[in-house]
C-alpha cells in the first residue's frame, strides 16, 4: 500500500526528531528515526494489523513500545494515511489538530 502522512504527522515527525537529538543526541535520533520508518513499513504491508480505535472508526493504532510513542493512522483503499504521531505520556489525542 502507498503511505501517506497528514500534516499533523508531518510536523510531529520533524518535532520528534528535533527533541531527540536535543535530549538524547544523534545516535539516539537515528535510531528512533530508524523504527520508525521500519513501523510505518510494517503498517503499509499490514494496514489491518494496529489495534482499532473504538472512538475513532476507521483509525488504528500501533504502539512503537521501545520508544513509547503511538502511530495513528487509517488505511482507506490502498492508502494508509498517518494521522499522528504521539508519546505515550501525552493526554489522549482526540483528532483534529
Do not use: C
Amino acid at each position: 500500500m502507498k503511505v501517506d502522512f497528514a500534516p499533523r504527522a508531518s510536523r510531529d515527525l520533524v518535532k520528534i526528531g528535533q527533541r531527540s537529538r536535543r535530549e538524547f543526541g544523534p545516535a539516539v535520533a537515528a535510531k528512533l528515526e530508524t523504527y520508525i520508518r521500519a513501523t510505518v513499513a510494517r503498517i503499509a504491508a499490514m494496514p489491518e494489523s494496529g489495534e482499532t480505535v473504538p472512538e475513532r472508526p476507521g483509525v488504528r493504532v500501533i504502539a512503537l513500545v521501545r520508544y513509547l510513542f503511538r502511530i495513528f493512522y487509517a488505511p482507506i483503499g490502498d492508502i494508509v494515511t498517518i494521522l499522528n504521531i504521539r508519546h505515550t505520556a501525552r493526554k489522549p489525542w482526540r483528532g483534529g489538530d
